[in-house]
């Protein structure tokens, strides 16, 4: 099989999971045709979908290696087929154990996290969150002073874009014409979404259900657009598909190593883009709105906070490994996180949905491996070249456990 014909039929492969769960092609910007034609055949069928990515899996080491195919490009297809073929055969009622489904999906072995260190983290939280109070309501305490007001949601919303766009800009060039939409959305089980439509255009979606808090929308506007998901988009748009004509990389689809490399890029965006002072940086931003923000503190209670990031992964694990009962869940997820009966209910049902469930992996497991690949560079590497590969090339997570 030649390297074209591949790609395109793991494109019209991935199309084909969209018509099986609305929503698995998260951003699709390659040959309106394909589209097409996957449109007009008949309903798909999960177990031939999973035999279909097997063939095509089995095909990879006969492609031959030119034309610009390379060993990189078929690592990258070969990983996200094999979460294909495990997504088929989940689609098809076969039985597939939650750790084995995370690891097909993300290319990644999870495991529960270590109460000790959320304990330490809560005695952290003790000693940072203002009162003498039970910590959950300390806790509960500091997040209503810190909500937004929600007529000024958009125009925060808008000025840290602006200040993260000239910053990123600077360093990663983008085309004049790329662009952010944002719009207001509510009932949603995610607190912000990118829908990138290509052409460097995204339109990030921020649900208003969750009450925005100040400490972490700059995090979310970095996360969700610079220089997170749309410039990573971006970047590749221009360098991989427009500049190398690698056509694999105009289908973004969910459950695949892709999504645990964007999220773990993502999340790190702010600490790229700004550094470690994020804070005095936000509190300058917010004073010119007119609005009162302690950066210090929140960088305080956000560094407390770090740790107890592998909780929603345990609960997931309860959940889907252990088939703990839903409310034995909601207690651990109160516990640890410090959050009330609404909010931990809030982020079960993330985690229970059939298409995200296994997706809280990518934001745990990929901060936690693009921060020690990026922490662990070459003393003549700077933090920027090394983000600017994350943005540029088609990396995957056994490629960076193998640097």
Not at 23 to 30: A, I, K, L, N, P
Request: hydrophobic share 40%.
């Amino acid at each position: 099989m030649e390297p074209a014909a591949l790609i395109r039929e793991y494109l019209m492969l991935g199309l084909r999971f969209d018509r099986i769960e609305d929503g698995y092609v998260d951003s699709f910007t390659g040959d309106p045709a394909l589209r097409r034609a996957v449109a007009g055949e008949p309903a798909p069928e999960p177990a031939d979908l999973a035999r279909q990515a097997r063939r095509l899996l089995d095909a990879l080491p006969e492609v031959p290696r030119d034309g610009g195919f390379t060993d990189i490009r078929a690592a990258y297809v070969a990983a996200h087929l094999r979460a294909l073929e495990c997504a088929g055969r989940k689609f098809a009622g076969q039985a597939v154990g939650f750790v084995d489904e995370v690891r097909e999906y993300f290319d990644v072995t999870i495991a529960k996290g270590d109460e000790d260190r959320y304990r330490e983290a809560h005695r952290q939280l003790d000693a940072v969150l203002p009162g003498a109070g039970a910590l959950p309501e300390r806790m509960e305490a500091d997040r209503v002073g810190d909500e937004i007001p929600p007529e000024r949601l958009a125009e925060c919303i808008e000025a840290f874009s602006s200040a993260l766009r000239d910053r990123v800009r600077a360093e990663y060039p983008l085309p004049e014409r790329e662009t952010v939409k944002y719009e207001i959305v509510t009932d949603k089980p995610w607190s912000g979404f990118n829908y990138y439509e290509g052409d460097y255009t995204s339109t990030v979606a921020v649900n208003a259900d969750l009450k925005q808090q100040m400490s972490n929308l700059p995090r979310l506007v970095a996360h969700e657009s610079y220089p997170g998901h749309h410039t990573e988009h971006c970047r590749k748009e221009a360098g991989l598909v427009e500049g190398l004509g690698q056509a694999e990389h105009t289908i973004f689809l969910v459950n695949t190593p892709q999504c645990l490399m964007a999220e773990g890029l993502a999340d790190l965006a702010l600490h790229a883009a700004v550094g470690p002072d994020w804070g005095s940086w936000a509190q300058e931003i917010y004073a010119d709105l007119g609005l009162r923000f302690d950066g210090a503190h929140a960088q305080a209670v956000s560094a407390a906070r770090a740790t107890l990031a592998d909780v929603r992964q345990d609960a997931a694990l309860m959940l889907h490994d252990e088939h703990r009962d839903v409310d034995d869940v909601v207690a651990f997820l109160r516990r640890w996180l410090l959050v009330d009966d609404v909010r931990a209910r809030q982020m079960l049902r993330f985690l229970s949905s059939p298409l995200w469930r296994a997706y809280t992996s990518t934001y745990v497991e990929g901060y936690r491996l693009l921060r020690a690949w990026l922490d662990d560079r070459p003393a003549t590497e700077t933090l920027t070249h090394r983000l600017g590969r994350l943005l540029d090339e088609p990396l995957i997570p056994s490629t960076l456990r193998a640097a």
